[in-house]
């Protein structure tokens, strides 16, 4: 059973950055899809952005792009979210999630085809 673990949430400041991780705790992330996804209070869980299982495929949702960045690191052991330029409207709990797919060479914003979650991890911008 796969087991992630989100870190790097907490307040920063409008504009400000800050660089999510997601880590498995049991095994490797080697031939998921890794999407990151956020849920701000009343509203609906959002796709965020998601990377293939090899890399070359990355998606962002239309209000992040030019200002988030994901990637995994080599060893395919942690995947980052870097999120610059942050707003308040970016306050959220954020969740990577994991979808088995070593194969395809896609990922996909939506959460149907995610299997594996972590716990999640805050954020909060102030303006």
């Known amino acids: 059973q796969l087991q992630l673990v989100e870190s790097g949430g907490g307040l920063v400041q409008s504009g400000g950055s800050l660089r999510l991780s997601c880590a498995a705790s049991?095994?490797?992330?080697?031939?998921?899809?890794i999407g990151w996804f956020r849920q701000a209070p009343g509203k609906d869980l959002e796709g965020v952005s998601c990377i293939s299982a090899r890399g070359s495929i990355v998606n962002y949702v239309d209000s992040v792009k030019g200002r988030f960045s994901i990637s995994r690191d080599n060893a395919k052991t942690t995947l980052y979210l870097q999120m610059n330029s942050l707003k308040p409207e970016d306050t959220a709990v954020y969740y990577c999630?994991?979808?088995?797919?070593?194969?395809?060479?896609?990922?996909?914003?939506?959460?149907?085809?995610?299997?594996?979650w972590g716990q999640g991890t805050q954020v909060t911008v102030s303006s």
């Open positions: 999630a994991a979808d088995w797919r070593p194969i395809r060479v896609s990922c996909a914003l939506s959460k149907g085809p995610y299997t594996f």
């Open positions: 049991s095994g490797t992330l080697d031939g998921y899809a």
